[in-house]
């Protein structure tokens, strides 16, 4: 490997996944006043990036987040996992962001920052929308290779695995690319409490939709948000009889 | 009166921190869980002069703080594993990776 690699690694702050999510009282969002953290497929994608640097160790990573204030924590976290400096992009109310607007973020940081590879997340676990690295490789023209279950970084190619329906494809793609992680890629690094304390010394800077140029306006309206149906409950029955009446009468499956 | 190991006092003392920053996550209860039994854990060893047996013990509270890591890792996994994948594409992917571990 003769130059050095930049990688960006975009990451989103989310509801943790742990956290049973509810549906706000005027069913327009969810409840938001709960635990956050790193969206999970982002974890995975600092982990690559990190191991991708222990290999070749003149790597740099860039870790970039769109959102509120708060998601300086998330990108602390990145650092702490073993990222080298970060990026906040302040989006006052990023329940209002979505993956186009993302997407054409992550654009204006990657003609500015030159990367020679882009790893994401394949999708967010809070809105699933599964579109951002797709649309950031098409906004660029670039090559993508998404749900990625092995990468294997050569001098100027990446050979990634892919879990497609009903097994494994392997394509080799030339640098710059764009990589979305899937699950089985590899096991992301728990963010140490020492770390996260040497991760605040490291270089954050701040940035916003103005200075790079970027339009935001969300293209989606969210009209309704509800919880899926509650499951009723079972019911016993006397005897055979009246369980042939009910599958009859009540199911009406025979 | 136990004599002051200086150094070895600092390093009881950031394992501590560790472990409690790790219990915040704890599945069972921080307050009413985690925390008591962190404290009486290091309360029964508050007496240990001899280094060796010291050192033995922030060795056993690191190897805590190995295995708390790898649980959540394997929580997280599971949870977002019956998720997002579909079962048959699981059997599937097992297939195939035996098949090419008997071609090697």
Same mark, same amino acid.
């Given at each position: 490997?003769?130059?050095?690699?930049?990688?960006?690694?975009?990451?989103?702050?989310?509801?943790?996944?742990?956290?049973?999510?509810?549906?706000?009282?005027? +069913?327009?969002?969810?409840?938001?006043? &709960?635990?956050?953290?790193?969206?999970?497929?982002?974890?995975?994608?600092?982990?690559?990036?990190?191991?991708?640097?222990?290999?070749?160790?003149?790597?740099?990573?860039?870790?970039?987040?769109?959102?509120?204030?708060?998601?300086?924590?998330?990108?602390?976290?990145?650092?702490?996992?073993?990222?080298?400096?970060?990026?906040?992009?302040?989006?006052?109310?990023?329940?209002?962001?979505?993956?186009?607007?993302?997407?054409?973020?992550?654009?204006?940081?990657?003609?500015?920052?030159?990367?020679?590879?882009?790893?994401?997340?394949?999708?967010?676990?809070?809105?699933?929308?599964?579109?951002?690295?797709?649309?950031?490789?098409?906004?660029?023209?670039?090559?993508?290779?998404?749900?990625?279950?092995?990468?294997?970084?050569?001098?100027?190619?990446?050979? &990634?695995?892919?879990?497609?329906?009903?097994?494994?494809?392997?394509?080799?793609?030339?640098?710059?690319?764009?990589?979305?992680?899937?699950?089985?890629?590899?096991?992301?690094?728990?963010?140490?409490?020492?770390?996260?304390?040497?991760?605040?010394?490291?270089?954050?800077?701040?940035?916003?939709?103005?200075?790079?140029?970027?339009?935001?306006?969300?293209?989606?309206?969210?009209?309704?948000?509800?919880?899926?149906? +509650?499951?009723?409950?079972?019911?016993?029955?006397?005897?055979?009889?009246?369980?042939?009446?009910?599958? +009859?009468?009540?199911?009406?499956?025979? | 009166?136990?004599?002051?190991?200086?150094?070895?006092?600092?390093? &009881?003392?950031?394992?501590?921190?560790?472990? &409690?920053?790790?219990?915040?996550?704890?599945?069972?209860?921080?307050?009413?869980?985690?925390?008591?039994?962190?404290?009486?854990?290091?309360?029964?060893?508050?007496?240990?002069?001899?280094?060796?047996?010291?050192?033995?013990?922030?060795?056993?509270?690191?190897?805590?703080?190995?295995?708390?890591?790898?649980?959540?890792?394997?929580?997280?996994?599971?949870?977002?594993?019956?998720?997002?994948?579909?079962?048959?594409?699981?059997?599937?992917?097992?297939?195939?990776?035996?098949?090419?571990?008997?071609?090697?």
């Amino acid at each position: 490997m003769s130059k050095s690699l930049r990688i960006i690694v975009p990451v989103k702050r989310v509801i943790d996944y742990a956290v049973k999510v509810r549906v706000n009282p005027a +069913k327009t969002d969810v409840d938001r006043n &709960v635990k956050h953290s790193m969206n999970p497929f982002d974890e995975i994608a600092v982990e690559e990036a990190v191991r991708i640097k222990e290999r070749l160790p003149s790597t740099e990573i860039i870790a970039v987040s769109c959102g509120s204030a708060k998601s300086q924590e998330t990108l602390r976290t990145a650092l702490a996992m073993g990222a080298d400096k970060a990026i906040h992009v302040e989006v006052a109310d990023d329940s209002k962001l979505q993956p186009l607007g993302v997407a054409k973020l992550l654009k204006a940081i990657a003609e500015e920052q030159k990367p020679d590879l882009i790893i994401l997340g394949k999708q967010a676990i809070d809105d699933d929308s599964n579109q951002t690295g797709q649309m950031l490789a098409g906004l660029l023209n670039w090559p993508q290779a998404t749900f990625a279950s092995k990468v294997e970084i050569t001098d100027t190619l990446a050979k &990634v695995t892919r879990e497609v329906d009903g097994g494994l494809e392997t394509i080799s793609s030339k640098l710059p690319a764009i990589i979305t992680t899937d699950l089985r890629l590899n096991e992301p690094r728990y963010a140490s409490l020492p770390n996260i304390m040497k991760a605040k010394k490291k270089p954050l800077t701040k940035s916003t939709p103005e200075q790079l140029k970027v339009d935001i306006t969300p293209r989606l309206e969210t009209i309704k948000v509800e919880e899926p149906a +509650k499951r009723q409950g079972g019911k016993k029955v006397e005897s055979v009889d009246d369980l042939i009446d009910k599958l +009859k009468n009540e199911a009406k499956v025979l | 009166m136990t004599i002051l190991n200086q150094p070895l006092r600092s390093e &009881v003392i950031a394992l501590y921190k560790q472990l &409690v920053y790790l219990g915040r996550d704890y599945p069972a209860g921080y307050t009413n869980f985690f925390r008591p039994k962190l404290k009486a854990a290091f309360m029964k060893k508050r007496d240990l002069v001899d280094e060796a047996e010291i050192r033995k013990s922030i060795a056993f509270g690191n190897y805590i703080i190995k295995e708390l890591e790898a649980m959540y890792y394997l929580k997280k996994y599971r949870t977002l594993r019956a998720r997002y994948t579909v079962p048959e594409e699981d059997a599937h992917i097992a297939l195939q990776k035996a098949l090419e571990s008997q071609r090697i």
